[in-house]
C-alpha cells in the first residue's frame, strides 16, 4: 500500500511492517540479516542508525475557509506543543503526562521532520 494512501490506524501499522521495515533495513533473499540490524539497506552496510518515526502534532482547524466544515493542515512545520494522556487526552498538568505524549522537538529528538 501506498504510504499516501494510508487513511485508517491498521493501514498505518500494516504499510510499517511491510514496506517501511523491507525499505530501511538490510535484509537478504528468504532470511533476515540478523547481525546487521540497525542498517539502511543501502547494500552497503553502513551502519547509520535506527530509524524513528515522529508523529508531527499539527494544529487543528487552523486557517480554513469559512466554506470547509474541517480542514488539517498536514503541510504546515507548526506544531501544537501541548501535553497528552493516554488516548491523545487532554491534561491540565504536564507532570501527570505519560512520556511518549510529552511534547518534544525535533531538535531536542536530534532529528528532522520530512513532509511526503
Request: hydrophobic share 35%; with cysteine; aromatic share 16%.
Amino acid at each position: 500500500m501506498p504510504f499516501l494512501e494510508i487513511n485508517r490506524t491498521a493501514h498505518f501499522w500494516i504499510w510499517a511492517q511491510t514496506d517501511l521495515t523491507n525499505g530501511i533495513l538490510a535484509s537478504f533473499p528468504d532470511r533476515p540479516a540478523y547481525n546487521l540490524r540497525g542498517y539502511f539497506n543501502d547494500k552497503g552496510s553502513r551502519s547509520v542508525g535506527i530509524g524513528h518515526i515522529r508523529q508531527i502534532r499539527s494544529s487543528k482547524y487552523k486557517n480554513c475557509s469559512n466554506s470547509l466544515k474541517k480542514c488539517i493542515d498536514f503541510d504546515s512545520p507548526e506544531e501544537t506543543t501541548l501535553a497528552y494522556s493516554n488516548g491523545w487526552k487532554d491534561v491540565i498538568d504536564v507532570s501527570e503526562a505519560e512520556y511518549p505524549y510529552i511534547y518534544q522537538s525535533a531538535k531536542e529528538l536530534d532529528g528532522n521532520y520530512f513532509l511526503f
